[in-house]
């Protein structure tokens, strides 16, 4: 750089030069614009992985309990109780007994939803879709519980609504960014008796 007289002053041109050839601060300036999309890619990763994993979570459960339910287990243990919606919660704690940590078991049984059915055959299987047709939002008043008899045919169907820690990444089936999780299992019941 030239060495200027002092008092007078720098031209634009000569400041431009420095400010062309000065390195400082060019990686803060650099990692400003990647930080952006990298922080949205990072976020977005996990917030899929979580919804995949508690999908995943409770595809375990239901198969678990499907299983309860086509050994006769669950029916035998319960043989007693004849009331459709306490068979219902009874199954729904043995399902968030197999969750762990996702849906908390103090609130499980209020998030969770269960559906139990017996079908004529497997061909006739068709779940209670737990969203309103006309306003797409989460409605299991057609969930229900039915005894999966000796060798009949039965469909198992879970759901609950997970709310994304960010939802603005739209991820979301639901009104408000928030996302159904549903697993379902169909089954031929054992002669348990």
């Known amino acids: 750089m030239k060495v200027e007289r002092s008092g007078s002053r720098p031209t634009l041109l000569a ?3 420095c400010f062309r050839r000065d390195k400082d601060g060019a990686t803060a300036i650099e990692f400003a614009m990647v930080a952006m999309p990298f922080f949205f890619v990072i976020l977005a990763t996990m917030e899929v992985a979580m919804v995949m994993w508690q999908g995943e979570v409770l595809e375990t459960a239901v198969a678990r309990a499907s299983r309860k339910i086509y050994t006769g287990e669950f029916q035998l243990a319960h043989a007693a109780e004849t009331n459709m919606t306490t068979l219902q919660t009874q199954l729904k704690q043995s399902i968030c007994g197999d969750m ?5 078991s103090s609130s499980c049984t209020t998030q969770l939803s269960v559906d139990v059915r017996t079908l004529d055959t497997f ?3 068709s779940t209670a ?3 309103d047709a006309a306003d797409g939002s989460y409605n ?6 039915a005894n999966v008899a000796p060798k009949a045919v039965g469909l198992l169907t ?11 990444l739209g991820i979301g ?4 960014g928030r996302r159904l999780i549903m697993a379902t299992a169909a089954f031929k019941a054992e002669p348990y008796k």
Do not use: D, W
């Open 158 to 168: 879970a759901s609950f609504v997970y709310n994304p820690f960010f939802p603005q």
């Open 140 to 145: 299991t008043t057609k969930f229900g519980y």
């Open 173 to 176: 089936t639901l009104p408000g």
């Open 123 to 125: 061909s006739s299987t």
């Open 129 to 131: 879709n737990p969203i």
């Open 15 to 17: 400041r431009l030069r």
């Open 100 to 104: 762990g940590v996702f849906l908390p």
